[in-house]
C-alpha cells in the first residue's frame, strides 16, 4: 500500500494530477481542489497518500500535509462520507475550522459543506465530536473548544462572539491572530478579536 509520493509534477487536472517518480512511474492522484490549485507543473512535490482498493480499481488520493490526510480518514469513517465527499469538505473548508464546526456542533457550518446535508452532518457529529480533544491554528497551538465540564477561555469568547452575530467560520481566522490566545482569559480574548473583525471590515 502506498503510504506517500515524491516526484514531480507532470500534468494537472481538475480533481488529478500526474506525480513521475524518478523510476519513471506516473501515479494518478486525486487531490482536492484547493491543494491542487497550489501546484505547478514540473513542481517537485511530496504527497502523503491514502490507498483506497476497491473491485474494479486501486485509487491514490493526496495531500500536501498531515493535518488534511489524518482528516480525510477520519471523515472516511463516518457512514455516508466516502472519498469523494470527504475531498469536497476538503476543499471547501480548513481542518482547523472544520475541527470547530464540530466541537460547536455548528449545523449551518457543516450542512454547507459540498455532500452534507442535515442527516450527514448530524452524523458527523455523533461519530466525531468525541474524537477530537481540541484544534491547533496555523501556529501549531491547540486550543481546547471543551474544557471537561467548564467552559474553556476560548470556547467562552466563541460562544460570546457567536452571539454578536459572526459565524464560527469567521471566528477561527481571527482566533489565529491573537498571539497566546491560548493561555488568555475570555474576558481579554473579546476585544481583541473584536478589533480584528473591525479593522477587516475597513479593508
Known amino acids: 500500500m502506498i503510504g506517500s509520493l515524491r516526484g514531480q509534477v507532470s500534468e494537472l487536472g481538475l480533481e488529478t494530477c500526474i506525480i513521475e517518480t524518478k523510476g519513471g512511474v506516473g501515479y494518478r492522484v486525486f487531490m482536492a481542489a484547493g491543494e491542487l490549485s497550489r501546484l505547478q507543473a514540473k513542481q517537485e512535490v511530496r ?8 473491485e474494479d480499481a ?10 488534511g490526510y489524518e482528516l480525510f480518514l477520519l471523515l472516511l469513517g463516518v457512514s455516508g462520507v466516502g472519498p469523494k465527499v470527504a475531498l469536497g469538505i476538503l476543499g471547501a473548508i480548513k481542518p482547523s475550522a472544520f475541527y470547530l464546526a464540530l466541537r460547536s456542533k455548528d449545523m449551518k457550518v457543516l450542512t454547507k ?12 457529529v455523533l461519530e466525531l465530536k468525541d474524537r477530537v480533544g481540541g484544534f491547533t491554528d496555523s ?4 486550543f481546547s473548544v471543551d474544557g471537561g465540564g467548564a467552559a474553556s477561555p476560548v470556547a467562552e469568547a466563541i460562544e460570546a462572539l457567536a452571539s454578536l452575530g459572526y459565524a464560527n467560520s469567521e471566528i477561527m481566522p481571527v482566533l489565529e491572530q491573537i498571539p497566546d490566545c491560548a493561555s488568555l482569559s475570555a474576558e481579554e ?15
Open 47 to 54: 504527497l502523503y497518500i491514502h490507498t483506497a482498493v476497491r
Open 58 to 67: 486501486i485509487l491514490l488520493f493526496g495531500f500536501l500535509t498531515r493535518e
Open 113 to 124: 459543506l459540498p455532500g452534507i446535508g442535515k442527516k450527514t452532518a448530524e452524523r458527523l
Open 139 to 142: 501556529g501549531g497551538r491547540e
Open 189 to 203: 480574548i473579546l476585544p481583541r478579536a473584536l478589533r480584528l473583525f473591525a479593522a477587516k471590515k475597513q479593508r
